[in-house]
């Protein structure tokens, strides 16, 4: 992820979405701009799925349609097509956005139907999908298992896959963007049958992992993959919980200590991790999704 003093924060909350620089200030809120969302899609059918410099993949929930979005210039292209490719499947579907050896942009959408998982990639530059052969495990194509959003990082994308019931199996999937291959590694700890959720996050092209802990105790521990290894980097304990209408993620680390959390609504907070006093965040996301994003203005275009 850049540098933080070159990023904005998009979030969409009720009917309006808005943008504002990312300040390395501690203090919340900042100025903000009201923006329109594209193609006249309503808040409440808008998500967020992934973003890599500058450029946002995002569905309409009541379509289905996958559409690659620039906040900063206001274009738009919707990438799915009459052969039901790009329609995606809300809590079924998971969407990866990355970056190949050409420089070509590619949306990466893994479609599951009938408990069966099917593989597809768009390329930006040429405007077409196309269908990969699946490595996927066939276990993991079970509607049981909830994929979050791919995480690019280091020609790799990364996706947390949780079996959505107490005592399910956790694991983190990755695709090789050089080889489309899939390939199944551990969470950072042998957590099967705890109660939490994972979260990724690629920060300054290093993927971190954040581990939510509701039960036995409110926790978050931070891990950071180096060398093909996980390695804890921070323990945050004693979180008190707020309502479940909170569901949040860790969508950025500011600077060391301090993180960016967004609420699926659009809520915005910031955790410094050197003050005990924290009593306002609900460490979990099953949604699989957000209504904001942290991104880096560009005029890269949707369509060549």
Same mark, same amino acid.
């Given at each position: 992820m850049a540098n933080s003093s070159n990023n904005y924060i998009l979030a969409v909350k009720e009917e309006k979405c808005i943008i504002g620089k990312l300040s390395r200030s501690p203090h919340l809120p900042w100025s903000t701009t009201n923006v329109s969302l594209p193609l006249d899609i309503t808040s #409440?059918?808008?998500l967020i799925l992934a973003n890599l410099h500058?450029?946002?993949?995002? =569905?309409?929930? +009541? *379509? =289905?349609?996958?559409?690659?979005?620039? $906040? *900063?210039?206001k274009e738009n292209k919707v990438i799915s097509n009459l052969e039901t490719n790009g329609y995606y499947i809300h809590q079924s579907d998971a969407v990866g956005f990355y970056m190949d050896s050409t420089k070509d942009y590619r949306v990466l959408h893994i479609q599951r139907k009938d408990e069966r998982i099917h593989v597809y990639t768009y390329s930006r530059r040429l405007g077409f999908w196309r269908r990969l052969y699946c490595t996927i495990n066939k276990?993991?194509? /079970?509607? =049981?298992?909830?994929? =979050? $959003?791919?995480?690019?990082?280091? !020609? +790799?994308?990364y996706f947390a896959v949780e079996e959505f019931w107490v005592g399910g199996k956790n694991k983190v999937i990755f695709f090789d963007v050089n080889n489309e291959i899939f390939t199944e590694m551990p969470f950072p700890e042998n957590i099967d049958g705890v109660i939490c959720r994972?979260?990724?996050?690629s920060v300054k092209n290093q993927l971190q992992m954040f581990i939510s802990y509701t039960y036995p105790q409110k926790s978050?521990?931070? &891990?950071?993959?180096? #060398?093909? /290894? &996980? /390695?804890k980097v921070s323990v945050?304990? !004693?979180?008190f919980h707020l309502p479940l209408c909170e569901w949040s993620s860790? *969508?950025?680390?500011?600077n060391k200590g301090t993180w960016l959390v967004m609420t699926n609504w659009g809520e915005l907070y910031e955790i410094d991790i050197n003050t005990a006093d924290i009593f306002f965040w609900? $460490?979990? !996301?099953?949604?699989? %999704?957000? /209504? %904001?994003?942290?991104? *880096?203005?560009?005029?890269?275009s949707p369509s060549i």
């Open positions: #409440h059918d808008f500058g450029l946002l993949v995002v =569905s309409n929930l +009541k *379509t =289905s349609e996958l559409v690659l979005w620039n $906040p *900063t210039t276990d993991y194509h /079970k509607n =049981s298992f909830v994929w =979050s $959003p791919g995480v690019f990082c280091n !020609d +790799k994308v994972g979260n990724l996050v978050v521990d931070l &891990w950071e993959l180096v #060398h093909n /290894k &996980w /390695k945050l304990t !004693d979180i860790i *969508t950025h680390v500011i609900f $460490p979990v !996301d099953w949604f699989r %999704g957000l /209504k %904001g994003a942290v991104y *880096t203005p560009t005029i890269l």
